[in-house]
């Protein structure tokens, strides 16, 4: 089962997502990257059916730089998660539903960070921390129990690695490669 | 195509091939025929009793402007289709090796016990099928009209990153209905030449700056040139990798591939590795067997290599295994 956890702090948000891409019972990739990069200070990940993550992930993020083109400034976090839920929602009772559960991580100037919670059936919430999949089941818990909003980068990673701990270790079959992305400055781990 | 005009087949609303919308209308005799056309309501055939011979797209949401008739029920199959397949390929150190059985199934019917699964679609290309094979067949016959189009109108051949991104695209309508085909793209993609930017990613969108950035930040790692392997599925997935193995046979070939695979194997060693797997493959599925089609392409191109009957194989087998035990028995 494919997992995304994101967690926000006070300057940053910290997101990671597993690494393999399955087709039924057998692991077809094991360094497929699910983020998508929607500008300097925008991360969206993508989880959910085969075909539609990738094809409605890169229609966002080529509307989103489509905005910046014609506009000359970049949408901030709030306004790429309402325009994405907009898009979800419109295909929702169409006959072609995305069927695709979404976090999107950015950072606003003015606001500071935000972590946006999105599911296939459309629904949005800005929230401290955030978790897709059956692993969701098995670390919201450990994020509730330990997560302060005042976290440093270095505990966030702790938490992180609390919650990554426990769905390998718990997790029936797959073998996990999580690949971190830390937004504020984004580079990889 | 021939195969085209047998179905009648008009591109009426750009769903399909809307690359054909963005090329001038003095070039091409194709696009005449969209501006002549009115909807006439299906046409049927008078002889083959009323058989439909429009080729209608299922209905999407962004059709609003009319209503096909009721063609998105799907039709009953009159039989089950042929689905059962050990289809494989790998990337090494001499290129990409394509492998796959010859048999088609249909339910407990072996339909044909020849048939190819690996078929070339330009010199650098080779496209290995699996799930439905009318479908496949189809839709390799589509996928090599539209890179050959594409060749001629824009003088430069399109990598195989935009081939699968192109297949992935034209599949996308079909999701959901019961078009099944799995498609492993195989080839070389040469060094680009004189062409500097980087046309697959931005297919609507041409610009410099950040879709450019954006899109080599997600794939800064997959080399303009050299060997390639993309996976496509009609579900709409697409993967590049360096080994796939796809069809019923799959984790029985899985097992052989993850175990011998290395970058270094020379040419002889990986394509016998390939061999082995599709044999061990073939042994243990009932819808995989016959023969084994092998494709080594490199940058020269792809070469195939004479069809190989794996019963030959398993009596090898067999008499390597005989003879292991008589050796084991006198030394004993």
């Known amino acids: 089962m494919e997992y995304l956890i994101g967690i926000q702090g006070q300057d940053f948000v910290l997101v990671a997502a597993d690494n393999v891409a399955a087709s039924s019972i057998i692991q077809m990739k094991h360094d497929y990257d699910k983020m998508f990069k929607l500008s300097e200070k925008i991360l969206l990940l993508c989880v959910g059916e085969a075909g539609d993550t990738v094809q409605f992930a890169e229609y966002i993020q080529k509307n989103v730089q489509l905005y910046k083109m014609r506009n000359g400034y970049e949408l901030s976090p709030a306004a790429a998660a309402n325009f994405t839920r907009k898009n979800l929602a419109d295909y929702l009772r169409s006959r072609t539903p995305y069927h695709v559960n979404l976090l999107l991580a950015g950072y606003d100037d003015s606001d500071g960070p935000g972590l946006y919670y999105m599911d296939y059936l459309s629904s949005l919430a800005k929230a401290p921390f955030a978790a897709h999949g059956y692993g969701a089941f098995l670390t919201l818990s450990i994020l509730d129990r330990y997560y302060r909003p005042d976290l440093t980068r270095d505990e966030a990673m702790d938490l992180l690695k609390k919650c990554i701990e426990e769905v390998s270790s718990a997790s029936i079959s797959r073998r996990f490669h999580l690949h971190y992305l830390h937004l504020f400055n984004l580079f990889h781990l | 195509m021939a195969l085209e005009d047998i179905c009648r087949f008009k591109d009426r609303h750009h769903k399909w091939f809307p690359f054909s919308s963005l090329e001038d209308t003095d070039t091409s005799l194709y696009m005449m025929d969209y501006f002549n056309l009115r909807w006439r309501g299906l046409r049927t055939s008078e002889k083959n009793s009323a058989i439909p011979l429009d080729f209608f797209t299922p209905p999407s949401a962004n059709s609003a402007s009319f209503c096909l008739p009721n063609h998105s029920t799907t039709v009953r199959r ?17 290129g990409v090796i394509a492998a796959a059985d010859t048999r088609a199934s249909a339910g407990g019917l072996v339909a044909c016990p ?22 496949c067949m189809l839709w390799e016959r589509i996928l090599t009209r539209e890179i050959r189009l594409y060749q001629l109108r824009h003088r430069r051949r399109l990598s195989i990153r935009g081939t699968a991104k192109l297949l992935s695209f034209m599949l996308h309508p079909f999701k959901g209905t019961e078009v099944c085909v799995a498609l492993t793209l195989c080839g070389w993609d040469k060094e680009a030449g004189d062409c500097a930017k980087d046309l697959e990613d931005s297919y609507f969108m041409s610009d410099e700056s950040s879709s450019a950035d954006v899109t080599r930040i997600t794939d800064s790692t997959s080399p303009k040139s050299g060997p390639k392997l993309i996976y496509v599925c009609s579900d709409g997935a697409r993967l590049q990798g360096d ?18 695979l290395k970058w270094s194997l020379s040419k002889d060693e990986a394509i016998s590795l390939a061999r082995e797997a599709v044999f061990r493959a073939t042994h243990r599925d009932a819808y995989s067997g016959n023969n084994v089609d092998l494709f080594h392409i490199t940058a020269q191109g792809w070469s195939q290599r004479k069809r190989e009957d794996l019963k ?10 005989s003879k292991d035990r008589r050796g084991k028995i006198k030394r004993e």
């Open chain 2, 243 to 260: 080994i796939f193995s796809v069809g019923s046979g799959s984790p029985y070939a899985y097992g052989v591939l993850d175990g011998g």
């Open chain 2, 114 to 135: 020849a048939v190819h699964k690996i078929t070339p679609i330009h010199s650098h290309l080779v496209v290995t099928s699996s799930g439905s094979g009318a479908d």
């Open chain 2, 312 to 321: 030959e194989e398993y009596y090898r087998d067999m008499e390597k295994r």
């Open chain 2, 78 to 94: 009159p039989f089950p289709l042929s689905h059962g397949t050990t289809t494989l390929g790998f990337i090494f150190q001499g």
